[in-house]
């Protein structure tokens, strides 16, 4: 055995040892008729932050809706066609990542025990983003110049949206008095 399964091993027998101390201490001890049981209970409220997969899709959605919006920017600037397409393509997958991010979050949000305020109002963003990113795709969709005044307007908020989404995913909530 090498050193480093010597020390994990002792750690585990110290760490029993001490569990099985804590446990006979607390049967030996028996509560009197004097001393009185009371439970307290405090109702904290927590969310950490979403699992990896939810985390990955929710921050993928920026960069794909950022690079729509600076691939408008490109194309207003020097008409060139290609840049509509690449917008096109961005748009579609941030669509994918945020669509997938906006399943998860439904399901947070079912799940939740308190179905009101910041679970609610991620999933509502995260809505929005997607509903004005597909009204954005269908925009794109369209020949050529005929997208750029609107699109780039939707561009440039669904973007907006996508970094609110994300900041408010991506942060914790933490009330109850837990620092």
């Known amino acids: 055995m090498n050193l480093y399964a010597d020390d994990t091993i002792l750690f585990y027998a110290q760490s029993e040892r001490a569990w099985q101390a804590s446990v006979s201490a607390l049967q030996a001890r028996s509560l009197s008729d004097e001393e009185p049981a009371v439970t307290a209970t405090t109702r904290r409220t927590y969310r950490i932050t979403p699992k990896p997969l939810h985390a990955i899709l929710l921050a993928g959605t920026v960069p794909l809706f950022l690079g729509a919006l600076l691939s408008d920017i490109a194309y207003y600037s020097s008409y060139q066609i290609q840049w509509s397409n690449f917008a096109s393509w961005?748009?579609?997958?941030?669509?994918?990542?945020?669509?997938?991010?906006?399943?998860?979050?439904?399901?947070?949000?079912?799940?939740?025990?308190?179905?009101?305020?910041r679970p609610l109002i991620y999933f509502l963003l995260l809505l929005a983003t997607w509903v004005l990113g597909f009204i954005n795709a269908l925009e794109h969709a369209k020949d050529a110049w005929a997208t750029m005044p609107l699109g780039l307007g939707l561009s440039v908020i669904v973007t907006l949206l996508a970094c609110v989404a994300s900041w408010v995913g991506l942060t914790k909530l933490r009330s109850g008095g837990a620092k």
């Open 90 to 117: 961005l748009i579609a997958g941030g669509l994918v990542f945020c669509g997938l991010a906006l399943l998860f979050a439904l399901i947070n949000l079912i799940r939740a025990n308190r179905k009101a305020g």
